[in-house]
């Protein structure tokens, strides 16, 4: 479990091709390893990866062929910077939201913009991953806990302050970046109950049936 408060940015020193999977080899960077034993968790770029050696400057961790598809971890080279941050003790400051490392999917920068000091990101999601997203909700991109602050259709509009741009890699995404997308755990698991997972996306169901409606009348709100 993590909280999306990236402790340092490290780099992808080699990945290495293995049977089909890959094995990434990251430099840490100014991330603290005293407290990391082999079969600890660090998610990178979001990603919950398993940490199978210590190098001294970093770690190896195995990417399975389904985190290769599911996330943008393939598209990595040597040299990419990277979102480190290590699992979450129960006596950590909670500064970001729950965050599993289990990435929804990959979404993509569409257009970045001034806005004072800050930067306003546009970023477009899949589709079936938009019913998730609400303003002012969370949501965790590359493992960075963020704040939504409008909604476009499935393009989500973020604002970066200048501290958050300064300690991520954010300030390397370009309009055509693609990033990896964990949407707010709550609201996926309050569909399944509210639902009892018909509202999956499948053939017969297309749509969720997790709408304001549907909230009001099982009592969550007052419908305006």
């Known amino acids: 479990m993590f909280t999306g408060i990236i ?23 100014d991330l603290d390893l ?23 400057d970093g770690f190896t961790a195995d990417v399975s062929r389904e985190s290769l598809k599911r996330t943008a971890l393939g598209e990595l080279s040597a040299g990419s910077p990277v979102n480190l941050e290590k699992a979450m003790q129960p006596t950590s400051r909670f ?49 960075v806990s963020l704040t939504v602050n409008a909604i476009e259709g499935n393009i989500f509009h973020l604002n970066i302050v200048p501290h958050t741009a300064q300690e991520t890699i954010i300030t390397h995404y370009h309009p055509g970046s693609r990033v990896n997308l964990e949407v707010d755990i709550i609201a996926r698991y309050l569909e399944r109950l509210l639902t009892g997972g018909q509202g999956e996306k499948s053939e017969s169901q297309p749509e969720s049936r997790l709408t304001e409606s549907f909230l009001a009348e099982n009592g969550f709100f007052r419908k305006r």
Not at 7 to 19: D, F, P, Y
Not at 36 to 44: C, N
Request: aromatic share 2%; charged share 20%.
């Open 95 to 143: 500064g970001g939201h729950i965050v599993s490392g289990h990435v929804d999917g990959v979404g993509q920068v569409v257009e970045i913009s001034p806005s004072g000091r800050s930067l306003i990101y546009k970023v477009e999601t899949p589709v079936d991953l938009s019913r998730y997203i609400a303003e002012k909700g969370s949501i965790t991109v590359d493992g």
């Open 7 to 29: 402790e340092a940015v490290g780099s992808i020193k080699r990945l290495e091709q293995r049977g089909g999977d890959v094995r990434l080899h990251v430099a840490t960077g």
């Open 34 to 56: 005293s407290d990391v034993k082999l079969g600890d968790s660090i998610a990178t770029n979001g990603v919950c990866l398993t940490a199978v050696t210590l190098t001294g």
